[in-house]
């Protein structure tokens, strides 16, 4: 009996081991399959590392972007909507660590946990229709001309995004030597819409102005007077211009940095801070399950001159494009923030769906309805009385721009966003012009030209 007890004592601890083993084999498969099916070894989807079998990417009129024809990844047949595209669609060699060649590879592949890479009906994987539009993103891209910068539009409506476009790129169907020029490619693989933070400089004046009028009984209706230079409790705010009185909203056509300095330092840090919370500066969203950089805000220690600093959105601020962008759609938007979208549908060749996701946008209050309504009228405003509206006129262009000083003695960074205040055409835009000077010329005019051919202008 004893013996028999204590064979039975072993079985029982060999069934226990063989249950833990088959629980971890099942565990490593539910997390490691999709990357083990889809990764590049796999000779099935694969060639000399470059992805070969896999469903198609398409624009959001069903314009296709990549597809595999008799086993080879065959591209877009316009050069400039291949480059413009190359980062949301992806290159042959995954560079683009955010591209969906990358990041939705397994379902462009038609890989499940049921059945493997198994494609019903003899197709090749899934077919991604995204939000994007290919000419839209084409000029977008020529009106970056070759400047380092990323431009996106988003409908504040939906979360769609109908243009995705980051600066330099490269053909994927003809891999240039990146190598071999690493001055010209230098970031090259970067998105930088998604991957990148940038100094803010004056569109952060739009987190001040918001913190402002919840915050400072009577704003709108005070007087800022600007002599060019302010001493703020020891620290020197300079402004590039003498802009003398201004009202609440002239001090944002204006631009001034010493009425948002001083707001800002009667805000404090921790109103400061809040609103940068709200305006989504910090924490990165993701796009489509896509992570998103974070953004850079912090008063701790500032001195008091740095916390005026901080207002003029300089100091150590850093912003993420797609982040600002979100902030920027929710003035549109009455205070509620979309949760952005590039996916529009995954489908089997058969034109199933491939994703059940429950995905609503997801309508947050970021602002007040009456605050965002101020900063859309002292928007408008900055439009009419500096910016001007170009070929625009009509459909409420409403916008603010930033010139950001950056450490290293090149030109400042060149930024401008808003949107079109129409039912219309509901589209938020943010323009980045890497030391392309100041924002109200150089992103200024690529942001014209993209919105025009947005509303078909
Ligand atoms: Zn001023």
């Known amino acids: 009996m004893k013996l028999m007890g204590k064979r039975a004592g072993i079985l029982f601890i060999l069934c226990v081991l063989f249950a833990v083993g088959m629980i971890f084999l099942l565990f490593t498969y539910i997390k490691d399959a999709p990357k083990w099916a889809a990764a590049p070894f796999n000779q099935h989807l694969y060639r000399s590392g470059e992805l070969v079998r896999a469903g198609q990417i398409l624009d959001a009129n069903g314009k296709v972007l990549v597809s595999t024809i008799e086993n080879e990844r065959v591209y877009n047949s316009d050069e400039s909507t291949r480059a413009a595209l190359m980062h949301l669609v992806g290159d042959p060699k995954r560079g683009v660590a955010t591209s969906l060649q990358v990041t939705y590879r397994n379902k462009l592949v038609g890989w499940n946990y049921l059945n493997g890479i198994y494609h019903f009906g003899g197709g090749i994987g899934n077919n991604i229709q995204t939000t994007v539009d290919a000419d839209l993103a084409r000029a977008t891209y020529a009106a970056l001309g070759g400047r380092r910068g990323t431009a996106c539009v988003m409908n504040y409506k939906t979360g769609d995004l109908l243009c995705m476009v980051s600066s330099p790129s490269f053909d994927p169907a003809n891999v240039p030597d990146i190598e071999g020029d690493p001055e010209k490619y230098d970031g090259v693989y970067i998105n930088r819409l998604l991957s990148a933070s940038y100094t803010p400089g004056s569109i952060f004046k739009l987190v001040t102005a918001a913190a402002a009028i919840d915050n400072l009984p009577g704003v709108q209706s005070r007087e800022f007077v600007c002599e060019g230079s302010y001493d703020l409790l020891g620290q020197e705010i300079t402004c590039p211009s003498v802009h003398g009185r201004q009202n609440f909203a002239e001090t944002m056509a204006n631009s001034c940095n010493i009425a948002y300095a001083r707001m800002a330092s009667e805000l404090g840090p921790e109103t400061m801070t809040a609103y940068a919370g709200k305006a989504g500066v910090m924490s990165g969203q993701d ?151 100041a924002g109200k010329d150089a992103a200024a005019n690529v942001a014209r030209t993209v919105l025009e051919a947005a509303v078909g202008k």
């Open 287 to 437: 796009l489509d399950g896509i992570g998103v950089a974070n953004g850079h805000f912090s008063l701790t220690g500032a001195a008091p001159g740095d916390v005026g600093w901080a207002g003029v959105g300089q100091y150590d601020t850093l912003i993420n494009p797609l982040s600002y962008l979100e902030f920027v759609a929710a003035i549109a938007n009455g205070g509620s923030a979309v949760t952005p979208h590039i996916i529009d549908s995954i489908k089997t060749p058969n034109g199933f769906p491939a994703r059940f996701a429950i995905d609503l946008p997801i309508h947050e209050n970021v602002l007040s309805g009456s605050t965002a309504g101020t900063l859309r009228q002292i928007m408008r405003a900055a439009v009419v009385n500096n910016y001007g509206e170009g070929n625009l006129a009509g459909y409420g262009l409403s916008a603010k721009s930033g010139t950001a000083e950056v450490a290293d003695g090149k030109e400042p960074h060149s930024w401008f966003c808003g949107f079109l205040d129409d039912e219309t055409a509901p589209l938020a835009f943010i323009v980045i012009v890497e030391n392309g000077g």
